[in-house]
């Protein structure tokens, strides 16, 4: 599968970014007459502002689109990108993307189905078809889910070709460059910005429940499992709201884990590739 940087099935952009009349004014297309010097010079300086604040955007954008297109270029190239799956729980109506962590026992691995729990899931791998599959859980409180492929025996023979899964051997340092991966659409883009342990608590339950009711007000979804963890990523990844299981990989293509919960509008938490590993007993990925 080669993976996409823009979405086939992009979202609305809603109304159009139109000039605003100091916008007019300041490139010569319309003419007003102010009352006073001063005024005239104000609305000179809020043009100037405002063209300023969209050339930045444009800059901002340009340059995550592509940061996305390196990364997905990256993923191509290590094969990685046909290990990434889709599943989707009967009761929901989207899916949630995955990995293909063990080719050899069929394994897929995801975060919290975004619906009530379900054994019984369909899971598509690179450009596969539909799957039956069994989903189990590898750890409840670090809300990492093992999704196995019902008969891969049968299927096992248009997977045998892939290259092992370039992981790396052990967590990054903050400050690295990321990517989380969905099929079908443009790579989410950004950085690690600390490693957390064990008993290590993102927010008091004050402050917690204090943000949720701050984040619910901008429309932002974040997940329930916010601790507990052995280990965790941290990151600023925006998880699109009620999606978890992005496998996330590093710029030269390794991936380093997958992302399992967004605490806050900044903080997405990121479950190790050792750790996963340790979760998936007698396995050996790849």
Do not use: C
């Amino acid at each position: 599968m080669i993976l996409p940087v823009s979405h086939p099935r992009a979202e609305p952009m809603g109304p159009p970014d139109l000039p605003s009349l100091t916008e007019l004014i300041a490139s010569g297309r319309t003419m007003v007459k102010a009352p006073d010097r001063e005024t005239a010079r104000r609305l000179r300086e809020m043009a100037a502002e405002r063209l300023r604040v969209r050339e930045m955007r444009r800059v901002i954008e340009s340059r995550q689109e592509a940061l996305a297109s390196e990364f997905a270029d990256a993923v191509n190239r290590t094969g990685a990108s046909d290990r990434i799956a889709s599943v989707t729980w009967p009761e929901g109506e989207d899916s949630q993307p995955g990995l293909l962590v063990d080719a050899e026992r069929g394994i897929v691995v995801t975060g919290v189905p975004p619906v009530a729990w379900e054994e019984r899931v369909l899971v598509s791998i690179g450009d596969e078809g539909l799957l039956w599959a069994r989903a189990i859980w590898l750890s409840r409180t670090e809300g990492v889910v093992a999704v196995v492929v019902d008969d891969w025996s049968t299927h096992r023979s248009r997977f045998t070709g892939l290259p092992p899964l370039a992981a790396s051997p052990s967590s990054p340092a903050p400050g690295r460059m990321i990517s989380g991966f969905s099929a079908g659409s443009r790579p989410l883009t950004g950085t690690l910005t600390a490693m957390r342990h064990r008993g290590e608590e993102f927010s008091s339950n004050r402050v917690r429940d204090s943000l949720d009711r701050h984040w619910e007000t901008l429309g932002l979804q974040v997940s329930e499992r916010r601790s507990g963890f052995e280990e965790a990523l941290v990151s600023d990844l925006a998880l699109p709201n009620g999606k978890t299981g992005y496998p996330v990989f590093l710029l030269d293509g390794e991936w380093i884990g997958i992302a399992v919960a967004r605490t806050d509008l900044h903080e997405t938490v990121v479950i190790p590739a050792e750790r996963i590993r340790s979760l998936l007993p007698g396995s050996k990925p790849g």
